[in-house]
């Protein structure tokens, strides 16, 4: 390993001395040096299209798109808005009571995701991750818009992440904790993408 990493001198001479630079140049190869050819084909490919050039000149707007940095968190209105395709039964059918109850009972659970009260310490990126596969909103949105079904058949919340579908059970629409826990576990646990 230290040989792979750049570091020539045999470890049969190493001194207590020679920690440091072992440590330092250990730690280069791994954050830097062993994913170079990445970072150069990386770089190569966004010159080829412009937008080194862009990123150098605007590096302030291009931040979001490569790190973490002035993320904002998730809230509940901004998944209640991302999940505006709602695909209810017609309007005075029994499925369609069902599904506005369904639904109050949704929006109740992501607010208590944001305050902090969700059972099982649901958060708002669970849910998020749970029908599209990420916990953070893409900073240029999802290719479709999200929607939300129903079901009267299923015992627990199921997803197309390819589709960007939530499909919420009708069954708990008079209990509320029940639909929570429900809810919370299909949310927290489903084991990720490719895996519900």
Same mark, same amino acid.
């Given at each position: 390993?230290?040989?792979?990493?750049?570091?020539?001198?045999?470890?049969?001479?190493?001194?207590?001395?020679?920690?440091?630079?072992?440590?330092?140049?250990?730690?280069?190869?791994?954050?830097?040096?062993?994913?170079?050819?990445?970072?150069?084909?990386?770089?190569?490919?966004?010159?080829?299209?412009?937008?080194?050039?862009?990123?150098?000149?605007?590096?302030?707007?291009?931040?979001?798109?490569?790190?973490?940095?002035?993320?904002?968190?998730?809230? &509940? =209105?901004? !998944?209640?808005? +991302?999940?505006?395709?709602?695909?209810? #039964?017609?309007?005075?059918? $029994? *499925?369609?009571?069902?599904?506005?109850?369904?639904?109050?009972?949704?929006?109740?659970?992501?607010?208590?995701?944001?305050?902090?009260?969700?059972?099982?310490?649901?958060?708002?990126?669970?849910?998020?991750?749970?029908?599209?596969? &990420? =916990?953070? !909103?893409?900073? +240029?949105?999802?290719?479709?818009?999200? #929607?939300?079904?129903?079901? $009267? *058949?299923?015992?627990?919340?199921?997803?197309?992440?390819?589709?960007?579908?939530?499909?919420?059970?009708?069954?708990?629409?008079?209990?509320?904790?029940?639909?929570?826990?429900?809810?919370?576990?299909?949310?927290?646990?489903?084991?990720?993408?490719? !895996?519900?």
């Amino acid at each position: 390993m230290t040989i792979e990493s750049g570091f020539s001198k045999p470890v049969s001479i190493m001194t207590m001395d020679d920690r440091e630079e072992l440590v330092h140049i250990v730690a280069l190869h791994y954050t830097l040096l062993r994913s170079k050819a990445e970072l150069d084909q990386l770089k190569m490919g966004l010159q080829s299209v412009g937008v080194a050039d862009a990123m150098k000149a605007y590096p302030d707007l291009f931040e979001g798109f490569f790190t973490e940095v002035g993320m904002k968190c998730l809230t &509940a =209105d901004e !998944l209640q808005k +991302l999940l505006r395709d709602i695909r209810f #039964s017609p309007k005075g059918s $029994s *499925e369609r009571e069902k599904e506005e109850a369904t639904y109050m009972f949704f929006l109740d659970l992501l607010h208590s995701c944001e305050d902090g009260t969700a059972p099982e310490l649901l958060r708002l990126e669970n849910v998020l991750s749970f029908f599209t596969g &990420a =916990d953070t !909103l893409p900073p +240029l949105g999802f290719k479709y818009s999200p #929607s939300l079904v129903f079901n $009267s *058949e299923n015992t627990f919340p199921t997803a197309s992440t390819c589709a960007l579908e939530l499909c919420l059970p009708t069954k708990y629409h008079q209990d509320y904790t029940t639909f929570c826990q429900k809810a919370a576990l299909a949310f927290i646990s489903h084991g990720g993408v490719g !895996l519900i």
